[in-house]
């Protein structure tokens, strides 16, 4: 993972990395709150040598002074002085006890020596430092005696008094703090890499290239309301799900720059993903950019496009297929563009069959020369082999993904079932992506072409608001008013 990688992670996971820090801080701040204070006294001690203050004797003594120091600073928890600073104190702990709370230090090239005592009470902590400096300098005194008698050549004595401490020296509130949110952070860092590193779903175009290096023909904001209004027709001109869609076809336009690709597949992997939506509004793109365009519902086991167009499914592309009427005789307009549909018809119980056979292809055939673009609704790869059957005689695929639906296994296991039979990938599209973060794809632009389109695009609009407001005005319209079978030579039966 590059950088960029990281960053888009993070910003994937922000959500959980910001709860997981401010849970840190929290236990910081708990951890502050429950801990009892523990309050530290210091006192500080001169380590002299008695002489006759001659400079050569000053200097002997001052070097051996700092020789002792060390000496005196590990004597300190010893027996030998604590012991009687407890019984001076009346306290009921042992030497090893008092130990545990009392640190003595010095600083190097010097001949003083600090001792600090922890203790829950501020007066103590004082008496006890206090005490044990007051014992060190006696039992010095008593080992550095001479045994022949006379006075010890070492005096130590307190410059620093211990004193109560006015605020306690633990816990450090501020601290906790910090470490809670330096904690909460890099744990909520790393559980967003765990989590970005064994989720395998495809979320946006970073995903896609990590499987396929297939051109991204778009990208489909998810529209809550798309449930309601899936159509292009039925969401504003200048909205971005309006835009992607006329990006969609201006994209496949140039993914198709040699023309040979009439006829259009548009499927997914596993449903819900959003491919029947996707190839109904691309072919109301294409015709309202001015082409005659023909959208087949090759989906015979989960038929959508009638529904969402407010058409009749009973006789359609089955009904080609099985002899009992002309082709010519099924297509049904919508709208005011030069739009035609073939419904599903009667769902049959030979799927696979009807979509590969000849009969399928010769009709495939014929629409490609009456139509000047055909977008073919196909079932999802992966459940059945319809898709890539049909595959086979079209002149393009497109593989709509939808974000969060599928994993990059899935994606891969699409591709090879199509690069299986040979089919031409004219590109994906990326649906259901979200409008902000990341993973979201949108347009900073507006071209020429959307301007000049808008105005068409609001009659569209309005045509389709009065054909789905009144569906049995409209299914009467659309059963009875077909092209005549004399503007669409077919030869299939």
């Not at 120091?69 to 604590?82: A, E, I, N, R």
């Not at 739009?339 to 055939?365: C, K, Y």
């Not at 690069?419 to 992506?433: I, S, Y």
Request: net charge neutral; aromatic share 4%.
């Amino acid at each position: 993972m590059d950088l960029r990688e990281y960053l888009r992670t993070f910003r994937r996971n922000w959500t959980l990395i910001v709860a997981v820090t401010l849970a840190g801080l929290l236990a910081g701040g708990t951890y502050s709150i429950l801990t009892k204070p523990t309050y530290t006294a210091e006192t500080q001690l001169f380590v002299a040598i008695q002489s006759s203050g001659s400079v050569q004797e000053l200097q002997q003594g001052n070097t051996f002074s700092q020789a002792r120091v060390q000496s005196y600073v590990k004597t300190v928890s010893s027996p030998v002085v604590l012991q009687p600073a407890i019984d001076s104190l009346g306290l009921a702990v042992s030497p090893q006890d008092l130990a545990a709370r009392i640190k003595a230090t010095t600083d190097p090239n010097t001949v003083l020596i600090t001792i600090s005592v922890q203790d829950s009470s501020a007066v103590q902590a004082a008496a006890t430092a206090q005490a044990v400096a007051d014992s060190l300098i006696k039992a010095v005194d008593t080992l550095e005696k001479p045994k022949t008698g006379g006075t010890s050549p070492v005096s130590l004595s307190v410059i620093t008094p211990a004193t109560a401490p006015t605020s306690p020296s633990a816990p450090n509130t501020k601290i906790n703090l910090l470490l809670g949110l330096l904690v909460g952070l890099a744990v909520g860092a790393g559980v967003s890499l765990l989590r970005s590193t064994l989720d395998t779903r495809i979320r946006g175009e970073a995903d896609v290239r990590r499987v396929t290096d297939a051109p991204l023909l778009g990208g489909i904001s998810f529209d809550p309301a798309a449930t309601r209004k899936p159509l292009l027709t039925q969401t504003a001109t200048q909205s971005p799900r309006a835009e992607s869609f006329r990006q969609l076809r201006t994209n496949l336009q140039f993914a198709n720059v040699t023309g040979h690709a009439k006829s259009v597949l548009v499927t997914s992997s596993l449903p819900g993903e959003g491919k029947s939506t996707t190839a109904t509004n691309l072919a109301i793109a294409l015709a309202q950019a001015g082409n005659s365009v023909c959208l087949i519902d090759a989906d015979l086991r989960r038929p959508m496009v009638h529904d969402y167009l407010g058409l009749d499914r009973n006789a359609g592309l089955t009904t080609a297929l099985v002899g009992t009427a002309h082709v010519n005789d099924l297509l049904q307009p919508w709208g005011e563009d030069d739009l035609h549909v073939l419904t599903s018809g009667q769902i049959p119980p030979n799927p696979s069959e009807l979509l590969g056979s000849e009969d399928m292809a010769r009709l495939i055939a014929g629409l490609e020369g009456a139509f000047d673009s055909i977008v073919i609704d196909a079932p999802p790869l992966l459940p059945v082999t319809d898709a890539a059957v049909l595959s086979r005689h079209v002149g393009g695929a497109v593989l709509v993904i939808g974000s969060q639906k599928i994993s990059q296994q899935d994606l891969e296991k699409s591709l090879s079932a199509l690069d299986l039979v040979g089919a031409n990938l004219l590109g994906v599209v990326l649906n259901r992506l979200p409008i902000k973060g990341p993973d979201a794809y949108s347009y900073s632009y507006y071209s020429n072409e959307q301007v000049s389109e808008a105005p068409s695009s609001r009659r569209e609009a309005s045509a389709t608001s009065r054909v789905r407001s009144t569906p049995e005005v409209s299914q009467g319209e659309t059963t009875t008013t077909y092209r005549s079978p004399s503007k669409f030579p077919l030869g299939h039966n």
